[in-house]
């Protein structure tokens, strides 16, 4: 049986000379097909209403209708009637705390898995995975575990950057960042640079965009990938049941 789980992960709504969601409007309208109506969780940065403003113009300039769960009379109801999820970029910690203070992880999970398509960008991208040990962002607040959606079996690291070989600076690159934290897990790492994303359906997980991805597994030579390529035989996808 095939996962019915419809998932985008975008590693960056903004790439440098666009504007938002501009580079991957087609992908996203080709994804959510016959959708109408998105509900969108803006709980990584602090001002929802703009936050939630300037999504509801971008997607409604592609004909979809935008509720903000911060604004509905009950987010878990309005999750049930939406047809599709969005959950924005901003700050990881700060995103998770509120989706668990709110208890609105297993609502989404639910939602997800019966179909409903979910789109991520950045930080909503790194909630998909099983936890957030990967994010970027520094831990401004304090979940109460890094437990997260775990739409997917592997972990997300938006905006990869790979190390720069005339930098100067000696602090630690985001590769020795993911192969420190699989010293510690099992759990594969995707590095998305930024212009790419991970389209997740019928059981099958592509890279997508304009760039690429390295993919780093415990014990394992990192793997370079290219866009167009289905990678599920490397870091696994969802769950069918």
Do not use: W
Not at 116 to 121: F, L
Not at 222 to 237: K, Q
């Amino acid at each position: 049986m095939k996962s019915r789980f419809r998932i985008l992960l975008i590693s960056n709504s903004t790439v440098y000379g666009r504007g938002y969601l501009d580079h991957l409007e087609e992908e996203i309208g080709n994804f959510l097909g016959p959708a109408k109506t998105i509900l969108f969780f803006p709980y990584a940065l602090h001002g929802h209403d703009d936050y939630a403003a300037k999504v509801k113009a971008r997607f409604g300039a592609m004909d979809y209708s935008v509720e903000s769960a911060h604004a509905a009379n009950n987010p878990r109801k309005a999750i049930d009637r939406t047809d599709a999820i969005f959950i924005g970029g901003g700050n990881t910690f700060r995103l998770l705390k509120a989706l668990q203070d709110l208890e609105l992880l297993e609502p989404i999970r639910r939602k997800v898995k019966s179909g409903a398509p979910y789109i991520g960008s950045s930080a909503g991208s790194n909630v998909a995975g099983p936890t957030i040990k990967t994010t970027k962002d520094m831990p401004i607040v304090q979940p109460r575990s890094f437990d997260s959606l775990g739409l997917v079996p592997f972990q997300i690291s938006p905006h990869y950057l790979d190390p720069d070989p005339n930098s100067t600076h000696m602090g630690e690159t985001q590769e020795e960042r993911i192969l420190q934290f699989l010293e510690e897990n099992e759990t594969p790492v995707v590095g998305i640079r930024e212009g790419a994303c991970l389209l997740i359906e019928n059981g099958a997980v592509a890279l997508k965009g304009e760039t690429g991805a390295r993919i780093f597994r415990r014990g394992q030579a990192p793997v370079e990938v290219t866009p167009s390529t289905e990678i599920s035989g490397l870091v696994g996808g969802p769950d069918a049941s």
